[in-house]
């Protein structure tokens, strides 16, 4: 009886399909468990082997938990929306609709083919009206709410406007503009334009004027982590900065409760780290600073307001509003000139620590409110407008920043830390005593801080103040593939539309190009964004589109419930999965996708659309599976290729090839031939008859030539292979290389399972005989590490333990189906198929899948007796089994009389007998 595990994996697939083997119910008396992917974004280029490690992790213990007894939940979709699907449409000259649903069928294929254990009748596509209404509705959900800082919490926008009119704003500073005061008196005499116009500086989902990141080749705008070096991720166009209208999303707002909600959930230290800094959370002070021979003032926000007696300068944004009215007619030419230089600087860019250092001189000087001293305002690519106030005190003793700055272009340095600072580089001492700081010389740093807070207080001229570098979220962009907005714009006042108008449904378009002034595609279709108005009014819908993490923010949720046409998830089945228990995805979602749909899941939890404010429990981040790819030579100037072992020999150009053509690292010559025109006439220099390819460890990716499609390795060597293969490789988090020569190991580890159940001349020879103590132990103790490897995700020494038991077992010669069908149930999560076919040959009735887990019993693996080395005179002769219970009399009788003992004693009687309990006897004559 043969191991074929095609006609295996077949067979089981379509079964579990027949039997709805993974149809999870939403009531049931098990706990539960939610086993959750970062969904994909089906791409043309399909699955290549890196994409299912986490996918493969969260099955098996998805699978794992079920067999322990709980109703867990495993679903699968698609974030189908976004920039990706829409260029690769471009590119390939169809409509994203088309190459969105034909990549999707592909995905499901390659997924399907692996076995996975996912519910499909849950299955969502954020592409799909069903599913974007609900997107739509929460977006409603954040125009309609704003955050109450006393409560804590979001509340609706109508319970904002009762308030106004009871009392104005003078409890509620306004998010948007802090300047922002008015009366009840004043806001109920305000027109409706004006107080909607105030209401959108508090809502959670606002329009706003922004610098955006602007590509006009891919006509939109992109966020922050989409712009590399001044150029798109995705097709390196260049990127300048623009002001446009965008929504937004205040999650500013949130970023206490952001950073507090971190304590509560199980993420990697390094990625709690990273939201931390992201978010950014300081404190200090805001300091203003009034501008000679102007009514105007500079405010910046600094940690360190002690150290304002040592500033020498002043920068301030580029973008800054107060820059144009304050520049100088001497140095308009200079700035404006820089201003055009900034625009062409990516955000990270202008970030960077680079030896670079740029500004201009604004002509303008600030006086320090202290001391009454002119400071120069330089404008700088290293200030951005959108952190702090877009304006800093440069203190060049205390900052190196500052301290470049000011060298570089000959600014006098104040120095206000004493011998701490040499002259030659700055000392941003945190200990220490100032001087030459007027009132607070001689204090220590907390106790000036405080002091000079109290004193600008206490002048009208600055306050305490919390800052977070974390900017709120742009919330738009100007492109076709993506969530309509359900908002319209009646008389350039946008509006929510009427919930039971949505879904608002993408128009379809055979050709989309961006609109004018930097509008998305949907300004060009003049019948969908003009609606029937009142004469003399006009009524538009928005033309940008939803970015990509909308879909993505809740869609957790959306899982729990797909098919509810009432409401995005039903409140009793939303308080029944709760939050997601495990939840497994790359760290390229670090921060965006995490920290969205974190805010998402408060503002629901606010209004009380759900009972947890915590979207995952615990989150894993996925290693990544690296390609191994193969380098062929070329000798230069010719269609030579030397083989690696020789091409020290001659001036060679390196050239990644085809993996696929590579045996390890012999290289098919003749497939090379076939594989590039360009290589036809190829001739090779091979060393002992072979050509032998180079290797890099690097990115997996169809550019290097060295992705590995799953099916080929599926076809080759069977799922069941490749699931414990990629779990074989490395822990989970780990990054390693891909290496399919290495598959053949774990191939022959099933293989040789398959024979403790049936010999391919004698069939099954699976008994029913009585395990023996040996046969027990080594199962119990296989049951035992199975169990804890599984629950901590340690996959990879799961499938080690695996393979000791299964070389244990077929020393011990064991086909006992007391043993083996346990043995069964544990490889269940890790290889399902063949787990399913023998337990099926052996003659169970019913599907593993609902067996239940193994229990582990001390009994079988607690040690009776020891084996002890028995030495005469300090010389090891040999050893004996003694029970652990034995008496040292005892000890001494068996000792004794063993036969080869006696042999050494030659007839004479032992002096003593040492017996050291579970260690050692030595017989001293």
Request: hydrophobic share 35%.
């Amino acid at each position: 009886m043969e191991y074929n595990f095609r006609q295996i994996e077949r067979k089981w697939q379509q079964r579990w399909v027949d039997t709805q083997a993974y149809l999870v119910s939403n009531s049931s008396t098990k706990p539960k468990c939610y086993v959750l992917d970062m969904f994909p974004y089906p791409s043309g280029a399909g699955l290549h082997v890196g994409h299912p490690l986490g996918y493969i992790a969260s099955d098996i213990y998805a699978r794992f938990k079920r067999l322990k007894g709980f109703n867990v939940l495993h679903p699968m979709g698609y974030d189908a929306f976004g920039l990706p699907a829409e260029q690769y449409a471009l590119e390939t000259g169809q409509h994203p609709a088309v190459t969105t649903e034909e990549n999707i069928q592909a995905f499901r294929k390659q997924l399907d083919n692996i076995g996975f254990c996912y519910d499909w009748s849950r299955e969502i596509q954020t592409s799909q009206p069903t599913y974007y209404k609900w997107t739509q509705q929460i977006f409603l959900q954040l125009f309609d709410s704003w955050y109450n800082r006393h409560a804590g919490k979001a509340e609706p926008i109508d319970l904002l406007v009762r308030i106004f009119e009871a009392s104005g704003n003078h409890h509620h500073e306004c998010p948007g503009d802090r300047s922002i005061r008015f009366s009840a008196e004043t806001w109920n005499e305000s027109t409706y334009e004006q107080q909607q116009e105030i209401l959108m500086q508090y809502r959670l989902g606002y329009l706003a004027y922004a610098e955006v990141n602007w590509c006009p080749a891919l006509g939109t705008v992109l966020a922050n982590d989409e712009v590399i070096n001044g150029v798109s991720e995705r097709g390196g166009h260049p990127v300048q900065k623009k002001k446009m209208r965008q929504w937004f999303l205040r999650i500013t707002e949130y970023a206490d409760r952001l950073l507090k909600g971190l304590d509560e959930i199980t993420f990697s230290d390094a990625m709690k780290d990273m939201q931390r800094n992201w978010i950014g959370k300081s404190q200090g002070a805001e300091i203003k600073f009034n501008i000679t021979g102007s009514l105007e003032s500079v405010v910046v926000y600094t940690t360190r307001p002690d150290t304002i007696f040592g500033v020498d300068f002043m920068v301030i944004a580029p973008e800054h509003d107060l820059v144009d009215s304050i520049t100088t007619d001497e140095q308009t030419e200079a700035v404006t000139a820089y201003k055009e230089y900034v625009q062409s600087r990516s955000e990270r860019e202008r970030m960077a620590e680079v030896k670079q250092i740029t500004g201009c001189f604004t002509g303008a000087y600030a006086v320090n409110p202290f001391d009454g001293r002119k400071i120069p305002i330089w404008i700088s690519e290293y200030v951005l407008a959108g952190y702090g106030t877009g304006a800093i005190m440069a203190v060049p003793c205390g900052d190196q920043r500052d301290f470049n700055f000011a060298n570089h272009f000959s600014i006098p340095i104040t120095n206000i830390l004493g011998d701490a600072f040499d002259g030659k580089e700055a000392n941003p001492t945190k200990e220490g005593k100032l001087f030459n700081s007027d009132f607070i010389t001689g204090m220590e740093m907390k106790e000036a801080m405080e002091a000079v807070i109290t004193k600008i207080e206490n002048l009208g001229i600055g306050k305490r103040q919390i800052n977070y570098r974390m900017r709120d979220a742009g919330f738009s962009r100007q492109r076709y593939w993506g969530e309509p907005f359900p908002i319209v714009f009646r008389n350039g006042i946008p509006e929510a539309m009427d919930v039971k108008d949505l879904p608002l449904e993408l128009p379809h378009v055979e050709h989309y190009t961006p609109g004018e002034d930097g509008e998305g595609p949907l300004a060009n279709i003049k019948e969908w964004v003009n609606l029937p108005a009142a004469p003399g009014s006009s009524l538009r819908r928005e033309t940008n589109t939803m970015p990509g993490y909308a879909g993505s923010s809740w869609y957790f949720l959306r899982y729990m419930d797909p098919h509810n046409t009432e409401t995005f998830c039903d409140r009793k089945i939303s308080d029944y999965w709760g939050q997601v228990d495990l939840y497994i995805g790359g760290t390229e979602h670090a921060v965006g996708h995490l920290l969205y749909s974190r805010m998402w899941t408060k503002v629901l939890y606010d209004l009380g659309h759900i009972g947890f404010d915590e979207p995952y429990k615990k989150l894993v981040n996925q290693g990544m599976i690296q390609g191994s790819s193969r380098l062929v030579y070329r000798v230069r100037g010719t269609n030579q290729f030397v083989s690696a072992g020789l091409r020290a020999q001659y001036e060679t150009d390196e050239i990644h090839v085809d993996v696929n053509i590579v045996d390890g690292l012999e290289l098919d010559t003749t497939a090379f031939k076939n594989w590039r025109q360009d290589f036809a006439t190829a001739q090779f220099i091979l060393e002992n008859g072979k050509y032998i390819c180079g290797t890099l460890t690097e990115k997996m990716s169809k550019r290097l030539f060295n992705t590995v499609n799953p099916n080929v390795i599926v076809e080759k060597f069977g799922a069941d292979t490749f699931r414990m293969y990629e779990m074989f490789l490395g822990p989970v988090e780990q990054s390693k290389p891909w290496e399919t020569k290495g598959i053949e190991g774990v191939h022959r580890f099933l293989k040789k399972f398959w024979r403790l159940f049936a010999d391919e001349q004698k069939g099954l020879v699976v008994k029913n005989d009585a395990p023996t103590a040996e046969e027990l132990k080594v199962l119990h103790n296989t049951i035992r590490k199975i169990e804890d490897d599984t629950e901590r995700l340690s996959f990879n020494t799961a499938v080690s333990t695996f393979m000791i038991c299964v070389n244990e077992l077929t020393d011990l010669k064991c086909n006992k189906k007391a043993v083996l069908e346990q043995l069964l149930i544990l490889l269940t999560p890790y290889a399902p198929h063949v787990s399913e076919e023998l337990w099926s040959l052996i003659g169970n009735s019913g599907s593993i899948l609902d067996a239940p887990f193994p229990v582990f019993e001390e009994k079988y693996v607690t040690e009776s007796a020891k084996e002890y080395p028995v030495s005469v005179n300090g010389k090891l002769r040999t050893t004996i089994n003694i029970s652990l219970d034995a008496s040292v009399e005892e000890v001494e009788k068996i000792a004794l009389g063993n036969e080869v003992i006696q042999r050494w004693l030659e007839g004479k009687t032992p002096k003593k007998v040492i017996f050291v309990k579970g260690k050692m006897i030595n017989v001293v004559v």
